[in-house]
């Protein structure tokens, strides 16, 4: 999201413009068509970080959510994308719901997971887990935080 989406937020009562809905898909679509790898998909998925910037650089500051689009669904596919290092996948969804939960939940003590691959066990069972379920909410949900640090 560009700065200027951000200054929409602040001058409309925290509401996105119109548009960003489809200017999020054509980014992504453009993303997918560059990476050879589809958001969301169950084989080879894009993962992408959601993070804030500044117009001024605070290093250590922004709020950031690494590995959005990986989710119980894929994460195979990410071991598959790997060479079959499930140590690599589940290290990526345990940080992707240490900082899900800390930065998008806000539930900082949903983030201390013993081991990565018990921690993606255990959100995949728990309904009232802080990992997202899917790709697109988990995008859509991520961004919120990054506007708070503007």
């Known amino acids: ?3 200027e989406v951000c200054t929409y937020y ?3 009562k925290h509401k996105y413009p119109t548009t ?4 999020v898909k054509a980014a992504i679509g453009k993303m997918e068509r560059i990476m050879g790898r589809k958001y969301g998909a169950t084989k080879n998925p894009l993962l992408v970080s959601i993070r804030s910037g500044a117009r001024k650089s605070m290093p250590g500051m ?3 959510v690494l590995n959005v689009g ?3 669904n894929n994460i195979q596919g990410l071991i598959d994308a790997s060479g079959g290092n499930e140590r690599f996948a589940y290290d990526a969804y345990r940080r992707l719901i240490m900082m899900y939960a800390d930065v998008v939940m806000e539930k900082p003590q949903a983030s201390n997971p013993k081991t990565a691959k018990e921690s993606a066990s255990c959100s995949m069972k728990n309904s009232n887990n802080c990992a997202p379920p899917r790709a697109m909410p988990a995008m859509i949900k991520s961004r919120q935080p990054t506007l ?3």
Do not use: D, H, R
């Open 70 to 72: 990986l989710n119980e």
């Open 1 to 3: 999201m560009t700065t």
């Open 62 to 64: 922004m709020e950031t």
């Open 148 to 150: 708070k640090n503007w």
């Open 20 to 23: 960003l809905e489809a200017e």
């Open 10 to 12: 602040y001058q409309n």
